[in-house]
Antibody
């Protein structure tokens, strides 16, 4: 059973860098699947952040591209997200997920972690 | 960026009723359309992909249809555990975009 678990600080100061890690269990990150990050501001809809392959190939949402870095550590079966220069609009629940082999859609999700940007 | 528009925003339904949710894309998607269910405080769950293929473990009362720019999710007989928010997502172009969601609530 594929399981994903996000971890990282729940509070980040404005202008700082948000850093989260997603630990994958029950499935090798070195597979044919890509791995992604999605966010959901409180009470709002879902937004893609970006995704990565175990080789390090990645793709980011154009609106976030200048601030986002997604990396992978295949030896630890985990991948990570860094979002720089955060503001209050970056406050959201951040989800990591596995991307389906059927396309860039998400078939297994972590539970999500709330990150609040506030001083 | 493709804009996804879902309707209605909220649907008040009684258990046992048939429910139809709509999703419209700003441009043609071929078959690259998925549906997710999100219950309060939980992560979304994949229901349907490729317009009409049910994901693993999804009950047969959930079905998807449509083509081009117009898509539908149907729940044949609503059960208590189906009250949730439903999102459509296009994955024809990057970035994949989601609709704003339809909330199915108890009437």
């Amino acid at each position: 059973q594929v399981q994903l678990q996000e971890s990282g600080p729940g509070l980040v100061k404005p202008s700082d860098t948000l850093s989260l890690t997603c630990a994958v269990s029950g499935y090798p990150i070195r597979s044919s699947n890509w791995w992604g990050w999605i966010r959901q501001p409180p009470g709002k809809g879902l937004e893609w952040i970006g995704y990565i392959y175990y080789t390090g190939s990645n793709n980011y949402h154009p609106s976030l591209q200048s601030r986002v870095t997604v990396s992978v550590d295949a030896s630890r079966n985990q991948f990570s997200l860094k979002l720089s220069s955060v503001t209050a609009v970056d406050t959201a629940v951040y989800y990591c997920a596995r991307i389906s082999n059927a396309g860039v859609l998400l078939d297994y999700w972590g539970h999500g972690t709330l990150v609040t940007v506030s001083s | 960026e493709i804009v996804m528009t879902q309707s209605p925003a909220t649907l008040s339904v009684s258990p046992g009723e048939r429910v139809t949710l709509s999703c419209r894309a700003s441009q043609s998607l071929s078959s690259n359309l998925a549906w997710y269910q999100q219950k309060f405080g939980q992560a979304p769950r994949l229901l349907i992909y490729g317009v009409s293929t049910r994901a693993t473990g999804i009950p047969a009362r959930f079905s998807g249809s449509g083509s081009g720019t117009e898509f539908t999710l149907t729940i044949s007989r609503l059960q208590s555990e189906d009250f949730a928010v439903y999102y459509c997502q296009q994955y024809n172009n990057w970035p994949g975009t989601f609709g704003q969601g339809t909330k199915v609530e108890i009437k």
